[in-house]
């Protein structure tokens, strides 16, 4: 008999697309194995609800509320479930909120990236570059992944990843433009106006479905005469096209390392800094700041370096490839796998 496992994630505009991007590739890894996965989400602007349900998956939305309204919410939906498990991705709900839901169900698996807060998780994920996790607390009771390796990316980044690369082109080099599903701080706006002083690249400036400016980025990229997207649902393959990539930290950093994509990289969020940092400090990528931080000017000068030391800068990339193989959702689904289950 299939076993049910609901997921607790939310995306928006100010959320971005981050938590739900990822538990999708983790869901259809699980749908693979047998499993039937519905997901419980916010209904909040920008949410991701129709790619939800375009990927073939049931959706239940409850009311925006504190963590205690929550926790009774997804309670109510779980009563009726009989659920073989919980996965909740989401930096407001902690260890009170995995009590209540977890008396429930079998299981809970949480993933996290802030380390900020305590957990009750039969199982605890964080797949951050960090330095030495063995001083970080687990923030857990049960076990703890830990690592790049667990990335959840979709099948295709794997695919894109076996395929043979054509040469870089220093002549005329792609640079691909991806801030995030949301940017509500609009880096991509910052980016456009250090890449209109870049000459002899080719720019292709990618734009998520929640993002707010894109109607005005739009225009900005007809009159720059660079290439424009809306959201795609090829990632891997509009990645895998770039030479140099200049984007956001967040999940697409492990989407770019699993490519080999060269990139740099502007924080948009507090939870983004040391992970991006300490990857700079061990040469994956080159971090440039906290967007608040970065002007036109400053990563225009970067993008000029990096195409300047083409040697350096694939190099760069080939290493950041060695973090990330595209096989973490397989890895993450047979933890999951040794859960106790009805």
Same mark, same amino acid.
């Given at each position: 008999?299939?076993?049910?496992?609901?997921?607790?994630?939310?995306?928006?505009?100010?959320?971005?697309? *981050? $938590?739900?991007?990822?538990?999708?590739?983790?869901?259809?890894?699980?749908?693979?194995?047998?499993?039937?996965?519905?997901?419980?989400?916010?209904?909040? +602007?920008?949410?991701?609800? +129709? !790619?939800?349900?375009?990927?073939?998956?049931?959706?239940?939305?409850?009311?925006?509320?504190?963590?205690?309204?929550?926790?009774?919410?997804?309670?109510?939906?779980?009563?009726?479930?009989?659920?073989?498990?919980?996965?909740?991705?989401?930096?407001?709900?902690?260890?009170?909120?995995?009590?209540?839901?977890?008396?429930?169900?079998?299981?809970?698996?949480?993933?996290?990236?802030?380390?900020?807060? +305590?957990?009750?998780?039969?199982?605890?994920?964080?797949?951050?570059?960090?330095?030495? &996790?063995?001083?970080?607390?687990?923030?857990?009771?049960?076990?703890?992944?830990?690592?790049?390796?667990?990335?959840?990316?979709?099948?295709?980044?794997?695919?894109?990843?076996?395929?043979?690369?054509?040469?870089?082109?220093?002549?005329?080099?792609?640079?691909?433009?991806?801030?995030?599903?949301?940017?509500? &701080?609009?880096?991509?706006?910052?980016?456009?106006?250090?890449?209109?002083?870049?000459? *002899?690249?080719?720019?292709?400036?990618?734009?998520?479905?929640?993002?707010? $400016?894109?109607?005005?980025?739009?225009?900005?990229?007809?009159?720059?005469?660079?290439?424009?997207?809306?959201?795609?649902?090829?990632?891997?393959?509009? !990645?895998?096209?770039?030479?140099?990539?200049?984007?956001? *930290?967040?999940?697409?950093?492990?989407?770019?390392?699993?490519?080999?994509? &060269?990139?740099?990289?502007?924080?948009?969020?507090?939870?983004?800094?040391?992970?991006?940092?300490?990857?700079?400090?061990?040469?994956?990528?080159?971090?440039?700041?906290?967007?608040?931080?970065?002007?036109?000017?400053?990563?225009?000068?970067?993008?000029?370096?990096?195409?300047?030391?083409?040697?350096?800068?694939?190099?760069?990339?080939?290493?950041?490839?060695?973090?990330?193989?595209?096989?973490?959702?397989?890895?993450?689904?047979?933890?999951?796998?040794?859960? &106790?289950?009805?």
């Amino acid at each position: 008999m299939p076993q049910e496992i609901w997921i607790r994630a939310d995306s928006s505009q100010e959320i971005g697309a *981050g $938590h739900v991007g990822r538990c999708l590739a983790l869901a259809q890894g699980l749908r693979q194995r047998g499993s039937q996965v519905r997901f419980i989400c916010r209904d909040l +602007p920008g949410a991701l609800l +129709p !790619l939800i349900r375009e990927s073939g998956f049931g959706v239940e939305t409850i009311p925006a509320a504190n963590a205690e309204e929550d926790a009774r919410q997804v309670c109510a939906l779980l009563e009726k479930a009989k659920a073989a498990g919980v996965i909740v991705d989401h930096y407001g709900l902690d260890a009170r909120w995995e009590q209540a839901t977890g008396s429930l169900v079998p299981w809970v698996f949480v993933i996290d990236d802030t380390l900020d807060r +305590p957990h009750a998780a039969d199982l605890l994920l964080n797949q951050n570059y960090l330095k030495a &996790p063995e001083r970080l607390p687990h923030y857990s009771k049960g076990a703890a992944l830990w690592g790049p390796r667990y990335a959840l990316l979709r099948p295709d980044f794997k695919k894109q990843r076996a395929t043979a690369r054509v040469a870089f082109n220093p002549e005329r080099p792609r640079i691909g433009v991806f801030f995030g599903g949301a940017d509500a &701080p609009n880096v991509t706006g910052l980016a456009l106006a250090a890449l209109e002083g870049v000459a *002899g690249a080719e720019v292709s400036v990618l734009v998520g479905a929640s993002n707010p $400016h894109k109607e005005f980025l739009a225009a900005q990229c007809r009159k720059l005469g660079f290439a424009w997207h809306s959201f795609t649902p090829d990632f891997a393959e509009y !990645l895998a096209s770039c030479d140099l990539a200049v984007g956001a *930290g967040g999940s697409t950093v492990w989407e770019r390392a699993c490519l080999g994509i &060269p990139s740099l990289v502007v924080s948009i969020a507090e939870n983004q800094e040391t992970y991006c940092r300490d990857m700079a400090e061990d040469g994956f990528h080159r971090y440039l700041g906290r967007h608040t931080e970065v002007s036109a000017g400053s990563l225009q000068g970067a993008i000029q370096e990096a195409l300047t030391d083409w040697p350096q800068t694939i190099a760069m990339g080939t290493r950041s490839a060695t973090l990330v193989d595209g096989d973490g959702v397989r890895r993450v689904c047979e933890a999951l796998s040794a859960l &106790p289950i009805y």
